[in-house]
């Protein structure tokens, strides 16, 4: 009679970090599942922000919690940035060398009558193109030209080539929301594992970050 064996079932790395920030304008701690179901705790002071952290969680599926304390009485321009750096260090130190991953990843979002567009790539080499207008100076009590200032700040540390494009729209809230579901929705896309290549670094350099002088081998 054979003997019975058991079957053994490798589980992943859990791909989740913890970053606390802080300095004399903000104290912030934020914590991210990559491997998520979309589960968040979001408290930034700032209640569009608040919305926008929820949508990126809920439709990425990376769970956050967010914690954010700052010098909301002079505007909420250091506590925007400041989230959108610690909520990218915090995507960056869970994807590791980013072995195995996707890498890219695009969505088109329509809401109501507005459409946007993000493409992005998961390469350590962060850079945003940001083609986003606004016909009103706030959404709220918030500053519309600060949502550049997240993404930006997100791309950068989370090491995001990042292209941010509003097709169409007339509504200013529609505007922003679709592009953060468009952001959630390519990285959702790109951070995923692929089972065929689940033990590989996706470059013909065996790393991601840096690059030649002229760009090649990435």
Do not use: C
């Not at 990425?60 to 914690?67: C, K, N, P, V």
């Not at 989370?158 to 929301?177: D, F, M, Q, R, S």
């Amino acid at each position: 009679m054979a003997e019975a064996k058991s079957a053994v079932v490798v589980l992943p790395v859990a791909r989740r970090a913890t970053v606390k920030r802080a300095t004399k304008e903000t104290q912030i701690e934020a914590t991210v599942n990559l491997d998520g179901t979309g589960v968040y705790d979001v408290h930034t002071g700032i209640g569009f922000l608040d919305h926008m952290m929820e949508q990126l969680s809920r439709h990425s599926l990376i769970d956050i919690h967010l914690r954010a304390k700052g010098d909301l009485h002079i505007d909420f321009h250091h506590t925007t940035e400041d989230v959108g750096i610690a909520l990218g260090e915090a995507v960056s130190k869970a994807l590791g060398d980013r072995k195995g991953i996707v890498r890219y990843g695009e969505a088109t979002i329509p809401m109501d009558e507005t459409l946007t567009r993000v493409a992005l790539d998961a390469s350590n080499r962060p850079y945003l193109i940001w083609k986003v207008n606004f016909t009103r100076p706030k959404l709220g009590d918030m500053d519309t030209e600060l949502f550049k200032e997240w993404f930006q700040a997100f791309a950068q540390n989370a090491g995001l080539t990042l292209h941010v494009e509003n097709l169409y729209g007339e509504n200013n809230h529609h505007i922003v929301e679709s592009s953060f579901k468009a952001l959630a929705r390519s990285l959702r896309a790109s951070i995923a594992i692929d089972p065929r290549k689940a033990d590989a670094i996706p470059s013909t350099k065996g790393v991601l970050g840096g690059g030649s002088a002229d760009g090649q081998n990435v």
